[in-house]
């Protein structure tokens, strides 16, 4: 137990318990954070004339000397090692004044949140980098054909590109989330102090403006007890990692063997330790895991904040560590896809578009269009005449107007003058896809204007994170020049 703490309400804790409590190695991360607020505490003191300048000197010189303190779990946790440093440092009368006006509990939520929009930003740099990579490939494959699968069947032919877009877009509401929650995160709650804000006339807004928060968690109680901040952004992780899961999921269907459709490169996959023929895709299969237990971290935390009174509750630290540690699965899982991306190689899948069927509802359409047919009536035929091309082991490409007049009498007792023409422009899958230039359907000239398109937004989200990262690092600017000034005098 800190000796801070020692010799007042409490003589002693044991010190098991002491281990048993600490959050000391967690808060490793949030060091650099814990000093930066103090500073930012003390210039403010010294400002308000709460302390004076050379008491504020003394303090912020021993900030300045913390760099590589030592973490250990025989202390509560980093804020009290801190302290304890500061008062060695700059004597008891000075030093011991640090704590005016603040707790550990609007000190750790502050840090928290400065911690958590740093991972922010280097997960959206990180979803960025895998929609850019997924957009270079796009462009390449533009009318590379691909076959899109409903209930894991053959369904109508696409684009590579145009399947590819559905993850850009797909990724870009994950960020669009992570952009929303960024302004939740980035308030401060210093000065709420233990849960009453102090007596003592602290300026909120100026230790906010020195640690880079765009506002201040205005109610004392909010914002000591706030942790759903971190349920959000555990959310968005959560429903993130289900987008990739769907991504790596079809990255390992497309690369069987019976799918045959891409290749994952050697270097991104493994081999059996018996089998020699195998190309296995490990880096996948460990994503699709691993990305999923982001799931279990998002509702191991709801279970732990859900009962909980208003205010400060210890089993709040508890729920950190699962906050970096999804910040952190995520991370390497948007860096490892953007490396394997722009290596996939797509498989000619002509002949697997023709036999599959999977133009069959242009020749639906067909009838529909060119012979009056009522679509009910068109897809009872096209469906009776897949039937018996699937019985006999035909294709789409050996449907003649013939049989298909004869189906069509047979089957819906409608007469058809079908030409040839019609029959194989409807079969032909490179037709079928140009013929699809609705609004966000796979034709070539559509999914051009797509990329166009996605390009221009991903150039505006660079430019929110780039506005948010200069905003930080002009805080931290004017920080540090403040401590010079102190420092110098």
Known sequence: MSKLLRGGRITSTRKDVVKYISSAENDRRLLEHIVKINQAHVVMLSEQTIIGNKDAAKILKALSQLE????????EDAHVIVEEEVIRLAGSDV????????????QVAAAIRMELRKEILNIASSLMNLQKALIELAEKHVTTLFIGYTHLQPAQPVTFAHQLLSYVDALERDLNRLMDAYDRVNLSPMGAGALA?????INRERVAELLGFEGVLENSV?????????LEILADLTIMSTN?????NDLILWSSSDFGMIEVPDSFSSTSSIMPQKKNPDLLEVMRARTGQIMGDFLKSVATLKGLPSVYNLDLQEVTPMLWGSMKTMNEAL?????VVP????KDVSEKALVSFSSAT?????????????FRTAHKIVGALTKHLAENDLTLRDVTPQLLRDVAKKTAKTVLNVGVEDVQDSVDPVKFIEAHKTLGGPSPAEVKRMIKNRKGRLKNSRSWALKKGSYLGKAEGKLASLMSVYLSG
């Open 68 to 75: 590589g303190i030592e973490i250990s779990s025989s202390f």
């Open 95 to 106: 030093g011991g004044n640090l704590q005016i006006g603040k707790s550990r509990n609007d």
């Open 197 to 201: 804000t102090t007596s003592f006339p």
């Open 222 to 230: 909010d914002a000591i007890s706030a942790r759903d901040f971190i």
């Open 244 to 248: 990739l899961g769907r991504f790596v």
């Open 335 to 339: 860096f490892m896809l953007s490396q």
């Open 343 to 346: 290596h996939l190689k797509v």
């Open 362 to 374: 242009e020749l639906a359409n067909m009838l529909v269009r060119k012979h009056g047919v009522p």
